[in-house]
């Protein structure tokens, strides 16, 4: 059985130890941006560590895309940056010890599918959504 000295030792080093790597997983959370590019550079995005749009580029060759074709090389190339935060992300996880932790799950469930996946499963429908597009219940159908 440990003395009173010894365990609040033991707890003092695990407390030190706790705090050391959430200093490091918050310096390298901090360095965690992603950044992508078209193929030809004309459209550049950066995102933050969470994904969140930070900056959009747009080159002069983006003038002659239609509006559609744009919109689509945008979405496409963010999602490239945010693929590319969230791998400095689990980096980050990863050098504290933290690679199969609950919390990493939470954030990597949520990243943009690789390109080319089309085995994404959509995100869950609201619990009160019947699925019929309607607003009404379906017990009030056929009351009117």
Known sequence: MKTPDEWLRDFETRVADARERSVRLQEGLAQADGAASSADGAIAVRVSP???LQDIRL???CAGRSPE????????????AQRAAAAKVVEAFEAVGEGGSDTLRVITDYLPPPEGDDTATPPPSPLDDDGDFSDDSILRRGRR
Request: glycine share 12%.
């Open 69 to 80: 074709r744009l919109a689509a090389e945008i979405v496409a190339v963010a999602r490239q």
């Open 59 to 61: 080159g002069q060759a």
């Open 50 to 52: 969470n994904g969140a």
